[in-house]
């Protein structure tokens, strides 16, 4: 039977603004935390709400709605409607700009695609994800800078069936938190309609730029090129065709305590086994098995905000986030062995990490001396934190009934959130090519019936 072709249908494109002469001409500087993602792919998430709507009630509420509230939110949270600009000299740092009148393009739209087949666990093709997901604007290049949009949106009705939200944002623009106290002050406004609740009850971000470091400002701006912008800089975009596909696999709590006793029986003296470091070993081992041969390096990042001296507010707005990373030949990590080889290796660099008495600023600095011993074949990273509950965003249709993380597509990481049934389990998204995720499916559901 031949498959339906997707049909993608505009209903309204819109540019939202805060409203007028409410944020007036700001800027907004970047830190050595911001720099380090100058030329790394944008940040893609989708939001699927089940609820049954026409698309009479779609254009009439909802699309108002959102542009109601977004505008509102964008008055507290102004930097996802203004611009980034890079200058063609290391001496001039990068900086957001919001100058009155700059939006947000939203764009409203409807498609074929079945709404449940996306929402799934099982392996999906992830060029289907690609026709929900925004695109940032072009860049504007001048000779004496490069002008890029921060931020995009693309709502998507499944008549009957639900609605999408996916959002694009330059990662420059800030990190998970930044975007998790954004998104919760827009389904806070959405809910109530205005921001008196959110004013009351919800968290203003912090502007304040109380990290300085001129040497790190230098060294991550000579590695971004930025002299090179305004010839070769082109944001990376999603395309196909791919033989790529994506698949969610749930660690409930019981199943990670068990990982967790068996870590902790096999190596009794190390220090820092966390729900965290297991799944992320039992993931890290599962792709090894997948037949991936050589150095592998697994890494995430940590919220560095509490960890600055001083320390700063959790909702300083922007990349504040370090990096905890392992290393290890694909052969050690096969097998039970190597699942628990996995675990002491990450529980170790995260204990050192959480520990280290000289800060942040050390970390950084020793980056490069990670690959003394030669660059992984295969790097692996975690896109998400379990710690911010993302399931929670409620815009009035009650929690997403799913989410994914459709920029893990660019370079294999994996997406990591806390359940929405539960947030002591964690949802596991995966992208690989369809030969590797057949592998890894085996693998995963093999791996835990041996291990527990």
């Given amino acids: 039977m031949a498959s339906v072709p997707i049909m993608i249908s505009v209903h309204e494109q819109h540019n ?22 100058l030329t790394q792919p944008p940040i893609h998430n989708l939001f699927f709400y089940k609820f ?19 505008s509102i939110t964008l008055k507290h949270f102004f930097p996802f409607a203004g611009n980034l600009f890079v200058f063609p000299t290391s001496t001039k740092k990068p900086e957001i700009r919001y100058v009155e009148g700059d939006s947000v393009a939203v764009t409203f739209t409807e498609c074929n695609l079945d709404f449940n087949e996306l929402t799934g666990n099982h392996p999906r093709n992830c060029e289907m994800f690609y026709h929900l997901t925004p695109l940032l604007g072009e860049p504007d290049k001048t000779p004496e800078f490069t002008k890029i949009p921060l931020f995009s949106v693309q709502v998507t009705l499944f008549p009957n069936s ?8 330059h990662h420059c623009l800030g990190d998970a938190s930044t975007r998790f106290y954004f998104l919760k002050a827009w389904t806070s406004i959405a809910r109530f309609g205005s921001d008196e609740s959110f004013l009351a009850n919800g968290t203003m971000p912090f502007y304040d730029r109380p990290i300085e470091n001129p040497s790190l400002d230098e060294n991550y701006l000579k590695f971004a090129k930025v002299e090179n912008f305004q010839e070769k800089y082109q944001p990376p975009k999603l395309c196909g065709p791919t033989n790529k596909v994506r698949a969610t696999f749930i660690l409930p709590r019981t199943v990670l305590n068990k990982l967790k006793n068996l870590v902790s029986t096999q190596l009794p003296t190390l220090v ?5 470091t297991v799944a992320c070993a039992y993931i890290w081992s599962c792709i090894a098995n997948t037949g991936k041969d050589g150095l592998q390096m697994f890494g995430f990042t940590i919220d560095c905000r509490a960890r600055m001296n001083p320390a700063i507010p959790a909702a300083y707005f922007g990349n504040c986030v370090g990096g905890c990373m392992a290393l290890e030949q694909s052969k050690l990590l096969t097998g039970k062995e190597g699942f628990v080889n996995a675990a002491k290796l990450l529980g170790e660099s995260l204990h050192k990490r959480l520990t280290d008495k000289d800060g942040v600023v050390r970390e950084i600095e020793s980056f490069g001396d990670l690959f003394a011993n030669g660059f992984p074949t295969t790097m692996i990273g975690v896109a998400g ?53 057949e592998c890894f499916v085996r693998i995963f559901k093999h791996g835990l019936e041996e291990y527990i």
């Fill in 16 to 37: 939202v603004s805060p409203p007028p002469a409410t944020v007036g001409n700001r800027l907004l500087p970047l830190t050595y935390f911001d720099f380090l993602w």
């Fill in 52 to 70: 049954s709507i026409t698309q009479t009630q779609f254009i009439e509420t909802v699309i108002p709605s959102l542009r109601h509230s977004l």
């Fill in 162 to 169: 639900g609605i999408s939200i996916g959002m694009t944002n």
């Fill in 272 to 276: 820092y086994v966390s729900s965290f």
């Fill in 385 to 437: 934190t379990p710690k911010l509950k993302f399931y929670e965003m409620d815009f009035g249709w009650g929690k997403p009934k799913k989410i994914e993380t459709i920029s893990i597509d660019y370079n294999g990481s994996i997406s990591m959130n806390a359940c929405k049934e539960n947030s002591e389990d964690l949802e596991i998204g995966v992208c690989l090519t369809t030969i590797e995720m």
